[in-house]
T-cell receptor, first 109, second 114 residues
Framework: AQRVTQPEKLLSVFKGAPVELKCNYS??????LFWYVQYSRQRLQLLLR??SRESIKGFTADLNKGETSFHLKKPFAQEEDSAMYYC???????????FGAGTILRVKS | SAVISQKPSRDICQRGTSLTIQCQVD?????MFWYRQQPGQSLTLIAT?????????ESGFVIDKFPISRPNLTFSTLTVSNMSPEDSSIYLC???????????FGQGTRLTVV
């Protein structure tokens, strides 16, 4: 069965501190992993995907198949990073998504 | 990118009634999906809306309860039938231009059943 686990419901950090949002997945096939973000009063949007291997807004995420993880990291958090973050597993060519429970990131000044 | 509009954005409905949610994309897309987000929970895929054929439902979701239409490449509807308070959720439409491309989401429809 496909499953995505985000163990933290809430992560609270100070501005300038490093951030790591954890994500583990379970999938027997070849996974496609995504991070989606929802800022206050905005719709869900793609932050980054593992196949792009790019950094968006200072965030990076590396797919670790051995640990079945896709943790989201940023070295220095900013207040505008405060949002709900969802890790998602793509199946069937990456289009059908299985979402984790989400982690609220609060960056305090 | 693709801009997705959902209507209505919210509604309060009586139990036993049905509500149809519309999803309009500003350009042609290959794939459209409907998700449900129950209070305090994550998004769960209801079904894939197939253009010109019956939708493909995920485990736990059936056509009689959630009939879906997709008459063309830019529009889909989801009906929540014979509603009960347990159907109170946010319903989201998403679309991909093609396989292995970014998923875009509508703003969601917040449904409350009383």
């Amino acid at each position: 069965a496909q499953r995505v686990t985000q163990p933290e419901k809430l992560l609270s950090v100070f501005k300038g501190a490093p951030v790591e949002l954890k994500c583990n997945y379970s999938y027997s096939g070849s996974p496609e992993l995504f991070w989606y973000v929802q800022y206050s009063r905005q719709r869900l949007q793609l932050l980054l995907r593992h196949i792009s291997r790019e950094s968006i807004k200072g965030f990076t995420a590396d797919l670790n198949k051995g640990e079945t993880s896709f943790h989201l990291k940023k070295p220095f958090a900013q207040e505008e990073d405060s949002a709900m973050y969802y890790c998602a597993l793509g199946t069937r060519g990456g289009n059908k998504l299985v979402f984790g429970a989400g982690t609220i990131l609060r960056v305090k000044s | 990118s693709a801009v997705i509009s959902q209507k209505p954005s919210r509604d309060i409905c009586q139990r036993g009634t049905s509500l149809t949610i519309q999803c309009q994309v500003d350009s042609q897309v290959t794939m459209m999906f409907w998700y449900r987000q129950q209070p305090g929970q994550s998004l769960t895929l209801i079904a894939t809306a197939n253009q010109g054929s019956e939708a493909t439902y995920e485990s736990g979701f059936v056509i009689d309860k959630f009939p879906i239409s997709r008459p063309n490449l830019t529009f889909s509807t989801l009906t929540v039938s014979n509603m009960s308070p347990e159907d109170s959720s946010i319903y989201l439409c998403s679309a991909n231009r093609d396989t292995n491309t970014e998923a875009f989401f509508g703003q969601g429809t917040r449904l409350t059943v009383v």
